[in-house]
Nanobody
Framework: QVQLVESGGGLVQAGGSLRLACVASGRTFSMYCMGWFRQAPGKEREFVAAVSWGGGATHYADSVKGRFTISRDNAENMVYLQMNSLKPEDTAVYYC??????????????WGQGTQVTVSS
């Protein structure tokens, strides 16, 4: 069982930056791949980024590649999403997720409650 809590969302102007953080409970954090997903109003939840168990491999959606960076700190049970050059279309609720598999689909086993990111034009 893994519990996830996100933080760091907020309102930012286009071109600005935000850093999302997610803290995980439990002592088996390093067993899980971690992902960030987002869901905009009226749209399906979509993959944003994923990082492998030890952090050595990452994967990004094309829409955020070059602007967002996912990282993790296994000693602190933390995963981060650094978001730069934000655009209004990045506005969404962002979710942290954990799964034993390194995947880009929404079929992760554990999810946080989400944090709102709003980018104004």
């Amino acid at each position: 069982q893994v519990q996830l809590v996100e933080s760091g969302g907020g309102l930012v102007q286009a071109g600005g930056s935000l850093r999302l953080a997610c803290v995980a409970s439990g002592r088996t954090f390093s067993m899980y791949c971690m992902g960030w997903f987002r869901q905009a109003p009226g749209k399906e939840r979509e993959f944003v980024a994923a990082v492998s168990w030890g952090g050595g491999a990452t994967h990004y959606a094309d829409s955020v590649k070059g602007r967002f960076t996912i990282s993790r700190d296994n000693a602190e049970n933390m995963v981060y999403l650094q978001m730069n050059s934000l655009k209004p279309e990045d506005t969404a609720v962002y979710y942290c997720a954990a799964d034993l598999n390194f995947a880009t689909t929404v079929n992760y086993a554990y999810w946080g409650q989400g944090t709102q990111v709003t980018v104004s034009s």
